[in-house]
């Protein structure tokens, strides 16, 4: 039954599918909405959906080791409580997406969740992040980004997205020969 949900609904039915089933916050703390799982549990439910279709198995992949994690790794308390409820769950109920299924109705604007996605590609330097040019100063409270990215993952599907800066272009780095 799950390839055949899986093969017949539109990409944006598809990725709703996965938040509804848990397997957009795998590694994500019960007290925002995740599962709660280990790093392991990810791998696995990641591997399980590329026999599906890999391309959506590398959207959910972004989206639990790399954005999410992120957020709850480096994030501080309020951008955890801001960001992480809505990365892990959908906001549709369940009898909403079983009348589409049987209704063949999969209107992008039937559903809603919360994509993540990751910047670090730029055209100088690929994904190389020690080679990254582009630098966030800080004004205030805010940081102003300066740069360009490219090949930007998830970012069709996105509402969240984790743009990678140099803060420190000073810095010196034991990669680098400068």
């Not at 639990?64 to 790794?73: Q, Y």
Request: hydrophobic letters at 45%.
């Amino acid at each position: 039954m799950y390839a055949l949900i899986v093969s017949k609904a539109t990409e944006y039915f598809k990725m709703t599918f996965f938040f509804v089933w848990q397997l957009m916050g795998i590694e994500i703390e019960p007290e925002y909405g995740g599962s709660g799982m280990s790093f392991l549990s990810s791998i696995v439910a990641i591997e399980e959906i590329s026999k599906v279709d890999p391309a959506v198995a590398v959207y959910v992949d972004i989206h639990n080791t790399l954005v999410t994690s992120l957020i709850r790794k480096v994030g501080n308390p309020e951008q955890k409580k801001k960001y992480l409820p809505d990365l892990a769950q959908c906001k549709v109920s369940t009898s909403t997406i079983l009348t589409a299924l049987k209704t063949r109705s999969f209107a992008a604007n039937s559903f809603f969740f919360q994509g993540g996605s990751i910047a670090i590609s730029e055209p100088t330097s690929g994904s190389d992040a020690f080679s990254m040019k582009t630098t966030a100063k800080k004004d205030g409270s805010d940081y102003i980004l300066n740069g360009s990215k490219m090949w930007i993952s998830n970012a069709d599907v996105a509402d969240t997205f984790l743009i990678m800066a140099n803060a420190n272009p000073s810095a010196v780095s034991i990669f680098n020969d400068q």
